[in-house]
């Protein structure tokens, strides 16, 4: 059955304006869908709030979250039932609209599966075309082709899914996320079209930023394929000049190597090999600090004798990423002597995050080094709150009574610190545990 996500032309549809529709005397559920308000959205849900309910004009609120840009929103409403191929009396279908307010997370509810078999082949091509078109024109270009409006749009940072962010850019009332070249990507994926190196690469680095989502979706796809062409192409970049290539480098072959789940691991040798070499001669941070990550995926000596050397470094990144590289799981059972070492110092950083990442890495691994526990111990008077609670962790783990002191002291977990309810938890059930329980 075809949903109509293809009517209209795909370039020269008219996006609404933002907030044109009526206020007064529309249901609950309506204005929550449009302030993207995902708690209450959530409430009244459960409540037995309508997941098809329209407002005053007849729009549904479905397609008012579409609207407001809230991909949270949205799934929540069609988990709920929400009917996710009705269009407003104005507006185009949600999947064009949500095309138009470039949301990858947005769209992507718009795939879900529960959804994807409405729509042709030849609706999610149109949809690729017009991905494509934004992204190519440019948002700003494109939002002063269709609003008429001049000037320059404003313009902010804000976060799209739980891991990747975009710009968001406003013009002529209206307002639309930089997202495009990501959702090209996933349509391209879905519609089984193989896009070059070169070309993911290129809509990465039109950002210049790990954090976008189109640097996020271009990486994750090229990993995914896990063949020698992409492999090939990754680690030539480690040479390049431009320290933006060489860190899309990085990233891809450490993720080709970390999504390999087969029995052969096929890239497990190659990318050792390639981040213990690179790690000694890299001098951008940002590279470095994602060779070192790298590194840390691998278990055994040579990782371990390649992190090391970066423990005592200027940039608190690197001894991040050397302290997180240290892990339990790819540590053995018994720390070697200079590991335990480097901890111990990075457990005593001047940075809270390097101190925490240590703890942690201490507190998860397996070795019962009485200088540990009691590096672990010192952390409890620890300037910093979540060092603290990580410190308690750590001791409780280790089977060590400091930790019921630890945890009485920092008093019942914080609701806005989710982690430290695993933590503390961890001290009292060594007190159950103590107390044979």
């Known amino acids: 059955m075809s949903t109509g996500a293809g009517t209209s032309g795909a370039v020269d549809g008219e996006l609404p304006t933002d907030g044109e529709l009526p206020l007064d005397g529309e249901p609950p559920l309506v204005a929550a869908a449009r302030d993207g308000d995902t708690d209450l959205v959530r409430r009244l849900l459960l409540e ?14 479905f397609w008012l979250a579409v609207e407001a840009r809230s991909a949270t929103v949205a799934q929540l409403l069609l988990d709920h039932g929400a009917d996710a191929g009705r269009c407003g009396p104005d507006g185009p279908h949600p999947l064009r609209a949500a095309v138009d307010r470039g949301s990858p997370a947005l769209v992507e509810v718009l795939l879900d599966s529960r959804v ?77 079209i193989r896009a070059g190196f070169e070309e993911l690469m290129g809509r990465a680095l039109a950002h210049r930023d790990p954090d976008h989502t189109a640097w996020g ?11 020698e062409e992409t492999w090939t192409a990754a680690a030539a970049l480690r040479a390049h000049p431009d320290p933006v290539r060489r860190l899309f480098g990085a990233e891809v072959l ?30 951008d941070l940002a590279v470095l600090t994602e060779v070192l990550v790298a590194l840390g995926e691998h278990p055994g000596p040579r990782a371990e004798a390649a992190l090391l050397p970066h423990a005592g470094h200027r940039d608190a990144r690197v001894r991040r990423a050397v302290a997180q590289g240290l892990s339990a ?45 009691d590096a672990l111990a010192a952390l409890l008077d620890d300037a910093d709150r979540r060092v603290r609670a990580v410190a308690v962790y750590g001791l409780a783990l280790h089977d060590d009574e400091r ?35």
């Open 329 to 373: 799981w790819s540590s053995p059972p018994v720390f070697s002597g200079a590991a335990r070492a480097a901890l111990r110092e990075l457990m005593t950083d001047k940075e809270a995050v390097v101190r925490e990442d240590a703890c942690l890495t201490v507190a998860v691994g397996r070795d019962r080094d009485p200088a540990l526990a």
């Open 217 to 227: 979706s271009a990486a994750i796809l090229l990993a995914h394929r896990r063949d």
């Open 116 to 192: 994807r078999a409405r729509y042709s082949e030849q609706e999610l091509l149109e949809m690729r075309d017009l991905a494509r078109h934004w992204y190519e024109t440019g948002v700003e270009a494109e939002l002063r082709r269709r609003t008429g409006a001049g000037g320059s749009a404003g313009r902010v940072r804000v976060q799209d899914d739980e891991f990747n962010s975009v710009h968001e850019l406003s013009l002529g009332g209206t307002t639309v996320r930089d997202g495009h070249a990501a959702i090209l990507t996933r349509l391209e994926e879905l519609l089984r």
């Open 403 to 437: 930790c019921v002191e630890g945890a009485r002291r920092l008093g019942p977990p914080r609701p806005d610190r989710p982690d430290e309810e695993r933590y503390l938890g961890a001290a009292w059930r060594y007190e159950w545990r103590r107390d044979g329980r």
């Open 48 to 61: 037995g709030g309508d997941p098809d309910v329209c407002d005053a004009r007849g729009t549904p609120v």
């Open 254 to 283: 450490r993720l080709t190597h970390l999504f390999d789940d087969s029995d052969e691991d096929v890239f497990a040798g190659p990318a050792l090999d390639m981040f213990t070499d690179w790690s000694a001669e890299e001098a």
